[in-house]
């Protein structure tokens, strides 16, 4: 038995408890923050930095004059220059045998229409070995970006870093002018001068549209993107590279003057905090126990006061039951979980089964991979059955094997009219490409087995009364403020009922939370109940079973014809009426008698064709109420036709609501 789910687990443990995702995958092994991992792989795919050559970084050293001198320039794109000015000597402190001499007499030079990006001290020397300073290294890159003195204040280092912030530079840091900075905190100010807006408008860098990256594939040198629109689009990458730093990010191609991919720079949102992190869509944590928020400070970024949404619904951590799957969204700073679990046959997967990005199960439903995910995916091949383990937004977060006994699959979906399946997951809907035409108008499970046969099966409405829209009741329980309602296969919202009450018949399913408070509703206006008529009938018992030594059989009279017969298991007189449902084979099932209303009909006061007063009471009419011509034996096509025809009436009613009236003349 594979024990897949152990790896998983293992692998959301080290995601939640190590610092830094993609650690592991950096290209320096002394830097383990996330997020400056992520700006020094941008500006080492751009060719800006390359550390000490023995794969250290860093981080935490402070920066010289000398050494944001190169960078700027390679910034700049000129780094090709440098060698035709690292013969002179301009600054007696830079001779021209000096590592960096080119970079420095560059960067010092004015060209036309444009002030050089660093200037020497009054003494004539340009001191190389300095620490830069914060105002220092502001100013270089806004001259990079175009600006001048005259566009500032004219106090300095303040007006360069007033214009920084408006430009978007500074973002995310906060130092005195007069501070050093460490080469982390350079990274972050490359990478936000990318971005930046250059005097004039644009930016420094040919940029993409914002779009999702799933994977860069080294072999064929290309990023796969997605939009969220249209399908996975291969982006050529100028040279090759293997890193999955940025897997899972929403941001923004860097191309080159070939329109070929050089870098990714990945998006910001300010957190909850007040810092700016990547929007990483790529991590899934698995929830290690029931109430337990376990890693979910390292998947949040350290975010303060962020909210749980579970399964579409605010929710406290008392809520959280293990094997949930947890995603962090920035943007709502929110973690969104999950608990929906699908068992499914493994039909292929794009591009391929060795480097999955997404799978094919259901029928040909497409379903992506969290990048965390994706190992643990390519341990299965085509052909295998697993649980699929889903966040919120419907994507893969880990999988499991049928055969832990850990994992139980619970999917349910709703099948609408036309036999369309939709699956219930987190916060979404997700439409399958499976059908289930005879499960229309009903709530299923759903599951695959080996032989990928897709089995939908009905499950019994556990609803006790009607859905009040007014009071926020549905029977005897209270609704959530933030109930997730969905009515034939749509999410909508209780303020966006048109109907002041809702027949428990419509009500197909519910869930409640620990307050006992129903957090989750399944309508359905599709027809899937009908009314019929009780025949029983008897045969003698060949076998001497029972003690009346015959058999009872029961099948139900219904405008459609004759159900299927069978054995009589439940108390029932021929010509009841009764509420009931048929399956595809034309059996029924879900039996509810249906109570006659005593006295004079004749008595009855209608309003209209939708209620009727009768014995001190307003009864509501069924708009599919069951017409029967009692002298005829056959069924009226609506209730004006028997009304018309009607002598005397008999009146059934359940729930309060008139479902069944028999005619004579």
């Given at each position: 038995?594979?024990?897949?789910?152990?790896?998983?687990?293992?692998?959301?443990?080290?995601?939640?408890?190590?610092?830094?995702?993609?650690?592991?995958?950096?290209?320096?092994?002394?830097?383990?923050?996330?997020?400056?991992?992520?700006?020094?792989?941008?500006?080492?795919?751009?060719?800006?930095?390359?550390?000490?050559?023995?794969?250290?970084?860093?981080?935490?050293?402070?920066?010289?004059?000398?050494?944001?001198?190169?960078?700027?320039?390679?910034?700049?794109?000129?780094?090709?220059?440098?060698?035709?000015?690292?013969?002179?000597?301009?600054?007696?402190?830079?001779?021209?045998?000096?590592?960096?001499?080119?970079?420095?007499?560059?960067?010092?030079?004015?060209?036309?229409?444009?002030?050089?990006?660093?200037?020497?001290?009054?003494?004539?020397?340009?001191?190389?070995?300095?620490?830069?300073?914060?105002?220092?290294?502001?100013?270089?890159?806004?001259?990079?970006?175009?600006?001048?003195?005259?566009?500032?204040?004219?106090?300095?280092?303040?007006?360069?870093?007033?214009?920084?912030?408006?430009?978007?530079?500074?973002?995310?840091?906060?130092?005195?002018?007069?501070?050093?900075?460490?080469?982390?905190?350079?990274?972050?100010?490359?990478?936000?001068?990318?971005?930046?807006?250059?005097?004039?408008?644009?930016?420094?860098?040919?940029?993409?549209?914002?779009?999702?990256?799933?994977?860069?594939?080294?072999?064929?040198?290309?990023?796969?993107?997605?939009?969220?629109?249209?399908?996975?689009?291969?982006?050529?990458?100028?040279?090759p590279v293997m890193t999955a730093v940025f897997d899972g990010l929403k941001g923004r191609i860097i191309y080159d003057e070939n329109d070929r991919a050089v870098s990714f720079l990945p998006s910001l949102v300010q957190n909850s905090s007040g810092s700016y992190v990547s929007v990483d869509t790529g991590v899934a944590l698995i929830v290690t126990?029931?109430?337990?928020?376990?890693?979910?400070?390292?998947?949040?970024?350290?975010?303060?006061?962020?909210?749980?949404?579970?399964?579409?619904?605010?929710?406290?951590?008392?809520?959280?039951?293990?094997?949930?799957?947890?995603?962090?969204?920035?943007?709502?700073?929110?973690?969104?979980?999950?608990?929906?679990?699908?068992?499914?046959?493994?039909?292929?997967?794009?591009?391929?089964?060795?480097?999955?990005?997404?799978?094919?199960?259901?029928?040909?439903?497409?379903?992506?991979?969290?990048?965390?995910?994706?190992?643990?995916?390519?341990?299965?091949?085509?052909?295998?059955?697993?649980?699929?383990?889903?966040?919120?937004?419907?994507?893969?977060?880990?999988?499991?094997?049928?055969?832990?006994?850990?994992?139980?699959?619970?999917?349910?979906?709703?099948?609408?009219?036309?036999?369309?399946?939709?699956?219930?997951?987190?916060?979404?809907?997700?439409?399958?490409?499976?059908?289930?035409?005879?499960?229309?108008?009903?709530?299923?499970?759903?599951?695959?087995?080996?032989?990928?046969?897709?089995?939908?099966?009905?499950?019994?409405?556990?609803?006790?009364?009607?859905?009040?829209?007014?009071?926020?009741?549905?029977?005897?329980?209270?609704?959530?403020?933030?109930?997730?309602?969905?009515?034939?296969?749509?999410?909508?919202?209780?303020?966006?009922?048109?109907?002041?009450?809702?027949?428990?018949?419509?009500?197909?399913?519910?869930?409640?939370?620990?307050?006992?408070?129903?957090?989750?509703?399944?309508?359905?206006?599709?027809?899937?109940?009908?009314?019929?008529?009780?025949?029983?009938?008897?045969?003698?018992?060949?076998?001497?079973?029972?003690?009346?030594?015959?058999?009872?059989?029961?099948?139900?009279?219904?405008?459609?014809?004759?159900?299927?017969?069978?054995?009589?298991?439940?108390?029932?007189?021929?010509?009841?009426?009764?509420?009931?449902?048929?399956?595809?084979?034309?059996?029924?099932?879900?039996?509810?008698?249906?109570?006659?209303?005593?006295?004079?009909?004749?008595?009855?006061?209608?309003?209209?064709?939708?209620?009727?007063?009768?014995?001190?009471?307003?009864?509501?009419?069924?708009?599919?109420?069951?017409?029967?011509?009692?002298?005829?034996?056959?069924?009226?096509?609506?209730?004006?036709?028997?009304?018309?025809?009607?002598?005397?009436?008999?009146?059934?009613?359940?729930?309060?609501?008139?479902?069944?009236?028999?005619?004579?003349?």
């Amino acid at each position: 038995m594979k024990k897949i789910f152990s790896f998983v687990l293992a692998l959301a443990l080290v995601v939640a408890l190590v610092p830094g995702r993609a650690s592991a995958e950096s290209y320096f092994t002394d830097v383990n923050d996330t997020e400056t991992e992520r700006n020094v792989e941008v500006l080492r795919l751009l060719g800006i930095v390359g550390g000490d050559g023995t794969g250290l970084f860093h981080p935490d050293d402070s920066l010289t004059r000398a050494e944001f001198c190169k960078m700027a320039i390679l910034l700049q794109g000129r780094g090709d220059e440098a060698a035709r000015y690292a013969s002179r000597t301009i600054f007696p402190d830079v001779p021209a045998s000096y590592w960096a001499c080119g970079y420095i007499n560059l960067a010092s030079l004015t060209a036309e229409k444009q002030p050089g990006l660093m200037h020497g001290f009054p003494d004539g020397t340009f001191l190389p070995k300095k620490e830069i300073t914060y105002g220092e290294a502001v100013t270089v890159l806004m001259r990079v970006l175009g600006y001048s003195d005259a566009d500032t204040s004219g106090i300095w280092p303040q007006g360069y870093l007033d214009l920084g912030a408006t430009a978007g530079l500074t973002k995310g840091l906060s130092l005195g002018g007069g501070e050093a900075i460490t080469r982390a905190q350079a990274a972050k100010l490359f990478v936000n001068a990318l971005s930046a807006t250059k005097q004039g408008g644009g930016t420094l860098k040919k940029l993409s549209d914002e779009l999702l990256l799933m994977t860069i594939d080294p072999v064929k040198g290309v990023m796969r993107t997605t939009d969220g629109k249209t399908d996975v689009k291969e982006v050529e990458m100028a040279s090759p590279v293997m890193t999955a730093v940025f897997d899972g990010l929403k941001g923004r191609i860097i191309y080159d003057e070939n329109d070929r991919a050089v870098s990714f720079l990945p998006s910001l949102v300010q957190n909850s905090s007040g810092s700016y992190v990547s929007v990483d869509t790529g991590v899934a944590l698995i929830v290690t126990g029931s109430k337990s928020t376990a890693g979910f400070d390292v998947l949040t970024g350290n975010s303060k006061n962020y909210s749980i949404i579970r399964n579409g619904v605010r929710v406290s951590s008392k809520e959280l039951r293990q094997f949930d799957i947890a995603t962090y969204s920035p943007e709502n700073n929110a973690v969104f979980v999950c608990d929906t679990r699908i068992k499914v046959l493994y039909e292929s997967a794009m591009p391929t089964p060795r480097d999955p990005l997404s799978i094919r199960a259901l029928d040909g439903t497409v379903f992506e991979i969290m990048p965390s995910a994706r190992e643990n995916v390519a341990q299965y091949h085509p052909g295998q059955t697993m649980i699929l383990m889903l966040t919120a937004d419907g994507r893969i977060g880990a999988v499991a094997s049928p055969d832990d006994e850990n994992v139980n699959a619970n999917a349910l979906g709703y099948v609408n009219a036309e036999g369309k399946v939709t699956l219930f997951c987190g916060s979404c809907l997700i439409p399958l490409a499976c059908k289930g035409s005879d499960r229309a108008g009903r709530v299923v499970s759903i599951m695959q087995g080996e032989s990928k046969t897709i089995y939908l099966n009905e499950q019994v409405s556990n609803v006790d009364g009607a859905l009040d829209v007014a009071e926020w009741t549905v029977g005897s329980k209270k609704l959530a403020e933030d109930a997730v309602i969905i009515r034939d296969g749509v999410l909508t919202s209780i303020s966006e009922l048109e109907e002041s009450r809702i027949e428990r018949r419509k009500l197909l399913y519910m869930h409640t939370n620990s307050s006992n408070k129903v957090d989750m509703l399944v309508i359905s206006d599709v027809r899937t109940e009908y009314v019929g008529i009780v025949k029983i009938w008897e045969v003698p018992d060949p076998n001497g079973e029972t003690e009346q030594n015959y058999i009872s059989y029961v099948s139900m009279l219904y405008s459609g014809g004759e159900t299927n017969e069978r054995r009589l298991t439940f108390k029932a007189r021929t010509g009841d009426y009764a509420l009931f449902k048929i399956d595809s084979e034309g059996n029924f099932y879900g039996y509810d008698r249906l109570n006659e209303l005593g006295g004079r009909t004749e008595t009855a006061v209608w309003i209209g064709t939708g209620a009727v007063n009768f014995g001190g009471r307003t009864y509501t009419i069924d708009p599919d109420v069951a017409c029967y011509n009692a002298d005829q034996k056959t069924w009226f096509n609506s209730l004006q036709e028997a009304l018309e025809y009607a002598g005397t009436l008999r009146l059934f009613e359940l729930d309060g609501v008139i479902r069944a009236i028999e005619v004579r003349y």
